[in-house]
């Protein structure tokens, strides 16, 4: 019992090993209760159900934050509820995305959680490599949260400019080197990623991947391309990877479980870009900073964050309140 109480209390990047062993339990807990027990079956998942889902993800994430706070102390609290703010924030144009992939594939609704449920499982592996790969840089090179500040302000001043357009998944290079390169079927074969069919000039069966696989491999290049935005941002409220890898995760998980009522009302947020272009260059401005030993209090990052993003959410519903329902729009 003393060997196993000695390997808990081991240091896993700077945080004892039982911290990390509640935060794998709780979120394998939640994925068990998600698939094997809330959607065992497929189903179209309605708005009020994602809501109901969203506030039991967040109950949990903020429970989570407070146990941090309660053993690490409120600097640590403060900065995973920061953190999970900001992932949040910055992910929502993820959510506009996905939404575009599915429309494109034509996912229809009931199996986009099926997708999205997989996804997820992509992201916990790949947001750890990230995170590690970035903390490592920013242990070894102090002068890579100059390269971090400088990026987002970049990428937040990029976002202001930037024209509305209507984009197509048909002119993406991964989208067509997946069709190049792999056996695609262009309809649907239930809620397979993959089917046996013949080949049509050999006649030989052979494995064809199906619109949910290649919407599953969109959906995680699309996860991979908003952590280039995220990842950085929380580095500049902490360096550490405890805090940083958990937060993000937690806000993952429940922006995902809210896109089912996000997809519907994507018009109505309008200028939600205004807001997130805004949250980070401060962001961006806050990890340049730090280098140079000036640190804004985490307490008032968090307050601005929440300020500029309800501030962009408020107008953009405000402004679009005599637009016609989606439906109706089409």
């Given at each position: 019992m003393d060997s196993f109480s000695a390997l808990i209390a081991t240091s896993f990047l700077g945080t004892p090993l039982w911290f990390w062993l509640i935060f794998?339990?709780?979120?394998?807990?939640?994925?068990?209760?998600?698939?094997?027990?809330?959607?065992?079956?497929?189903?179209?998942?309605?708005?009020?159900?994602?809501?109901?889902?969203?506030?039991?993800?967040?109950?949990?994430?903020?429970?989570?934050?407070?146990?941090?706070w309660w053993q690490r102390g409120s600097q640590a609290g403060l900065e995973f509820f920061t953190g999970y703010l900001i992932e949040q924030s910055l992910s929502m144009d993820n959510v506009f995305v996905i939404a575009m992939i599915f429309g494109f594939l034509a996912i229809p609704r009931h199996l986009q959680h099926r997708v999205l449920f997989w996804g997820i499982l992509g992201v916990v592996v790949f947001r750890a490599i990230l995170i590690g790969a970035g903390a490592a840089l920013v242990h070894s090179f102090d002068w890579i949260l100059f390269v971090f500040g400088a990026f987002l302000v970049f990428t937040g001043i990029k976002m202001f400019a930037k024209k509305e357009e209507k984009a197509s998944l048909a002119d993406n290079p991964i989208y067509g080197f997946l069709k190049r390169r792999f056996r695609m079927t262009d309809e649907?074969?239930?809620?397979?990623?993959?089917?046996?069919?013949?080949?049509?000039?050999?006649?030989?069966?052979?494995?064809?991947?199906?619109?949910?696989?290649?919407?599953?491999?969109?959906?995680?290049?699309?996860?991979?391309?908003?952590?280039?935005?995220?990842?950085?941002?929380?580095?500049?409220?902490?360096?550490?990877?405890?805090?940083?890898?958990?937060?993000?995760?937690?806000?993952i998980l429940g922006l995902r479980s809210l896109y089912f009522a996000l997809a519907a009302a994507i018009?109505?947020?309008?200028?939600?870009?205004?807001?997130?272009?805004?949250?980070?260059?401060?962001?961006?401005?806050?990890?340049?900073?730090?280098?140079?030993?000036?640190?804004?209090?985490?307490?008032?990052?968090?307050?601005?964050?929440?300020t500029v993003l309800a501030g962009g959410i408020l107008y953009s519903l405000w402004a679009t309140r005599r637009d016609p329902p989606v439906r109706d729009a089409a």
């Open positions: 794998i339990t709780v979120v394998v807990t939640l994925l068990v209760l998600d698939l094997g027990v809330l959607h065992r079956k497929t189903k179209d998942i309605s708005a009020r159900e994602s809501f109901l889902l969203y506030g039991f993800y967040m109950a949990v994430a903020l429970a989570f934050g407070g146990f941090v649907l074969h239930g809620q397979n990623f993959t089917v046996m069919l013949p080949d049509p000039k050999t006649g030989k069966v052979v494995r064809y991947m199906t619109p949910m696989l290649v919407a599953l491999i969109m959906v995680e290049l699309v996860d991979l391309v908003f952590a280039v935005d995220s990842v950085p941002a929380i580095f500049a409220i902490t360096q550490d990877p405890f805090i940083v890898y958990t937060s993000n995760i937690f806000a018009h109505r947020f309008r200028y939600l870009q205004f807001s997130l272009a805004i949250v980070l260059v401060l962001v961006g401005i806050k990890i340049f900073l730090v280098p140079m030993g000036i640190k804004i209090d985490t307490a008032l990052s968090l307050i601005v964050t929440l």
